[in-house]
């Protein structure tokens, strides 16, 4: 076996770990402020850009990306949505939510969105991405010389780049955050002690936007995503197989679950994805340690029940990269300041998600208690008009600062 190539060292001002939502907005940013940045990312550029994720975009975050030119395609073919409905005990109930709000949600999936931050970064910025990285490791991140190695698939050669700051942005199973030492921050989790089972259907929507059907038997839920597509979801014990539900057994389900007077009826059509997902949410505090700043998922992890996890990617990003910036020229305020600034939102939005959990899922809880203080809660939901408009804010979230 030949040895090794000889490592190679460079060095540049950000390097940037994980190419997704977050870790591809800090470096566009930075790239546009002219301050050096490096994106190692794990897998191939056509598996983020292929890669299944969430769909839901809350405006301010559209607004945000479009005020540095990265919203273009989005602003031009995303579908926008102005209310979902809830169906309860065989009745539709619509949520007007752009009626209560003024704001909307846009329906662009993650992948699409990765694509557009990719094409801006490497393809016309000229951005330094580098993917398919190998064996990536942190060195020094509580010193003066913070570095990032990894290894060249290709190659095999070991390269080294050093720098003044590490964006962590590789996900709940990334190495950045892996690389704190323990007691240096506290990671707190929270279950709801639910999964469910996502589905993708090759079938044409059956309802114009999101249904959320609360029943005895499980949460169930309808999103359009395509003309030709559609995404679900029920809700199943935590553990479940998901080849426990084969074809006729997922749709007999959605078929009781989403069942109101008045409503189309499904259109059934071939499964192309079954993933179980436990809900459970996770916070790091504080999301930083030396030089190494967290964004996104390495730093927390929220259930999909209220599609907040790209947003808050896309939250943390925009106050990493503006706080980057500004160390760049000699104000380190923003770093100083960064963590404390994400979690005001992170919080808010973990609380509103624990809050419509109980909604969806305390029907089917067993737990008397649980079920008549979930529908207490929708009857409020549906009742009173400054509920109503509370809600609305919280679910299309907050333009400014929580």
């Known amino acids: 076996m030949n040895p090794p190539a000889s490592a190679s060292f460079t060095r540049t001002s950000v390097a940037v770990v994980g190419a997704g939502p977050a870790g591809l907005t800090v470096a566009n940013l930075l790239r546009a402020a002219g301050v050096d940045c ?16 969430a769909g839901f975009m809350e405006e301010w975050a ?4 479009a005020r540095h030119g990265l919203a273009d395609r989005l602003l031009e073919t995303a579908e926008t949505q102005e209310e979902f409905e809830f169906r309860v005990d065989g009745q539709r109930h619509t949520f ?7 704001r909307r949600h846009f329906v662009y999936p993650q992948p699409l969105l990765v694509t557009d931050l990719v094409a801006a970064y490497v393809d016309r910025a000229g951005g330094d991405a580098r993917f398919g990285v190998r064996d990536v490791g942190l060195h020094d991140i509580d010193g003066d010389r913070p570095a990032v190695s990894y290894t060249d698939p290709r190659t095999g050669a070991r390269h080294h780049i050093s720098c003044d700051i590490i964006a962590g942005c590789d996900g709940a199973r990334g190495v950045t955050r892996a690389a704190i030492p323990a007691g240096r921050t506290v990671l707190t989790r929270y279950d709801h002690g639910v999964a469910w089972l996502a589905l993708l259907a090759e079938a044409p929507p059956s309802a114009d936007g999101v249904v959320f059907g609360i029943h005895e038997r ?14 679900y979801y029920l809700q199943v014990p935590p553990g479940t197989d998901a080849d426990d539900w084969p074809h006729a057994r997922v749709w007999d389900e959605l078929h009781t679950r989403l069942a ?15 993933v179980v997902l436990d809900m459970h949410n996770y916070v790091v505090e504080p999301m930083a340690y030396g030089r190494l700043y967290l964004a996104g998922d390495a730093a927390h992890l929220v259930a999909p029940i209220a599609a907040k996890g790209m947003n808050l990617a896309i939250n943390d990003a925009l106050l990493l990269a503006e706080a980057l910036i500004a160390h760049h020229h000699g104000d380190d305020t923003g770093l100083t300041g960064y963590s404390d600034a994400c979690l005001r939102r992170v919080w808010q939005y973990l609380e509103f998600s624990q809050w419509l959990s109980e909604v969806l899922h305390g029907a089917s809880s067993g737990d008397r208690f649980r079920a008549g203080t979930a529908s207490a809660r929708l009857r409020r939901l549906l009742g009173s008009r400054p509920a109503a408009e509370a809600f609305a804010g919280l679910y299309l979230g907050e333009e400014a600062d929580l």
């Open 38 to 53: 490096v994106v190692l990312e794990a897998e191939s550029r056509e598996f983020i850009e292929q890669r299944p994720r």
């Open 62 to 65: 559209v607004r945000a990306l």
């Open 96 to 102: 007007r939510t752009a009626e209560l709000s003024g």
């Open 218 to 231: 499980g949460f169930g839920a309808h999103m359009a995503r395509s003309p030709q597509v559609t995404r």
């Open 260 to 274: 109101a007077a008045g409503a189309p009826p499904l259109t059934e059509g071939p499964l192309r994805e079954k």
